[in-house]
């Protein structure tokens, strides 16, 4: 007569240790990819802020430069619309002027080494557009801003972001002798402005530093370079 065996058997040891590290692997590969996703998630937020600002800039830079009369952007003459300095610059388009500071030395933040305000406003300047008709602010390159008639081009964010480096040129070649328009080339570069994160390439271009490198933020490091062309000028209009 055969006996029915009613004995339950449970896990073993083993199958246990086994089972729990199976859990363990796929809990920690979930958080890996959370982890992952969230880091690309901030980094596409930060490149798309810089994007969306350096697009800002470039019309606003092409629609005040179509409304004015060719200027003179040279490094000599007293009439020079394009005032450069190692800390930022000037640009004169004639209705409109532009000022800046860099993005070292606003972290260096050095009253004597910036473009500031005259009175009433403790903010420091990163991009800002000025009702200047005659010019006055390439005229006089340390001129301090009046703030009430500054706008601020440039929000730093929650990015910290500023300008690394502006370019403007032109040549008499590009001047269109039937109308008088001239072409002028603009490159500038703009990003977060965390400097320990942030080096020069070989051509003197910024760049984030590389994640193997010393300060690198891969997260929140974004520096863009943007290139546009202005026309400016009518023939008929110059005095």
């Known amino acids: 007569m055969n006996r029915v065996d009613n004995q339950k058997h449970g896990f073993t040891i083993i199958e246990l240790m086994l089972a729990m590290a199976f859990v363990s692997a796929l809990l920690l590969a979930i958080a890996m990819t959370v982890i992952q996703i969230g880091n690309i998630y901030n980094s596409g937020i930060t490149y798309k802020d810089v994007n969306q600002v350096g697009g800002t800039i470039s019309n606003e830079l092409q629609r005040s430069i179509a409304v004015s009369t060719p200027f003179n952007i040279s490094d000599t003459g007293s009439d020079s619309k394009y005032i450069k300095q190692d800390f930022g610059g000037r640009l004169c388009t004639g ?77 008499e070649s ?54 546009l062309t202005a026309r400016a000028g009518n023939k008929n209009e110059v005095n």
């Not at 500031?116 to 390439?138: A, E, P, Q």
Request: aromatic content about 12%.
């Open 174 to 227: 590009v001047t269109d002798d039937m109308t008088g328009q001239r072409l002028y080339n603009i490159e500038f570069e703009l990003g977060t402005n965390n400097t320990d994160a942030i080096t020069t390439d070989s051509s003197g271009y910024y760049i984030c530093k590389k994640p193997i490198e010393s300060g690198s933020d891969t997260l929140y490091c974004s520096v863009i370079r943007f290139n």
């Open 95 to 171: 209705t409109y002027s532009y000022i800046w500071n860099y993005g070292t030395a606003l972290a260096a933040n050095n009253p004597g080494r910036l473009n500031i305000y005259s009175t009433g406003s403790s903010n420091l300047i990163r991009f800002v557009k000025i009702n200047d008709s005659d010019g006055s602010y390439c005229t006089y390159p340390s001129k301090e801003i009046a703030p009430i008639s500054a706008v601020e081009l440039l929000d730093a964010g929650q990015h910290n972001l500023a300008i690394h480096s502006f370019k403007i040129s032109s040549t």
